[in-house]
């Protein structure tokens, strides 16, 4: 039994099996209809061979991170520095045919991680920047400094690529409320939440609250990302309608997201039991579009959106 404050999502055997029945297996050539909006069921390489050409506008990758991890059962063992950069490639390659000319990718990774994805994307794409997100979490450490942050590289297929600064605009806290002569506020507003002015958004994130058991995304997939960084990324880098792809899905949230948003989405996963999750988040968006620290088209400062 849980707590009655924890939100967290446990499903027993039954809903897995449930939710499992909505989801597909690929053993043929896909249409973009025929996976418009499902999670597939499988292994990346062997589900990837599958997929059409040319469907992606845009691709969030978040692939194991070079580190020792246990998903479920499945451990992945970190690697040398050129070794998981041949890894990364392996899958860049596979990914590639099926992106548009103007379509976005988005690579995550930590520290280590990050020494290897700028390597491998600047043989096929034109990398853009990198933001590094504030975790908020991270064990501590006599003998280093504590790991409290990730990174999301940016980068596109070409210079035909879309991105809308405006909508990824971060309400912030004013501290210093300067006024004009007129004894105006000048560059920010007042509401009944503070003080707030909009600033467009860095590539340092400090915003981001990592799932915890008290947040109604929350799942028991140990490297799951926040929606609301998902959000950002969606925002900033398509349209209502386009296409986004994850093809190391995890527990869903690039898909619930999409959903969210009014975008058609597909993703992969290998493990049954975060199929499932997925698929359970994806029904529950249905009624219920909202994420955390977003509301009504603006991205709020952590802990500073007020409940109404």
Known sequence: MKAPRNRTIFLSEEEIAKYL?????????????????????????ETVKFL???????LILDPPYNL????NGMKFTRKKIDEYSEYLEKIVEAIFPLLKPTATIYVCGDWRSSISIPLVLEKYFKIRNRITWEREKGRGSKTNWKNNSEDVWFATVSNDYYFDADAVKLKKRVIAPYRDDAGEPKDWRESKNGMFRMTYSSNVWTDISVPFWSMPENTEHPTQKPEKLIAKLVLASSRKGDFVFDPFLGSGTTSVVAKKLGRKFFGIERDEKYCAFCEYRLEKA??????????????????SLKKT
């Open 21 to 45: 029945k909505r989801t597909i297996e690929l053993r043929e050539k896909t249409s973009v209809s025929e996976i418009t909006n499902k999670t597939a069921r499988g292994d990346f390489f």
């Open 52 to 58: 059409p050409e040319n469907f992606v506008d845009l």
């Open 68 to 71: 020792n991890k246990n998903f």
């Open 286 to 303: 249905e009624n219920n579009r909202e994420i955390q620290g977003y509301r009504d088209g603006v991205f709020w400062e952590r802990n």
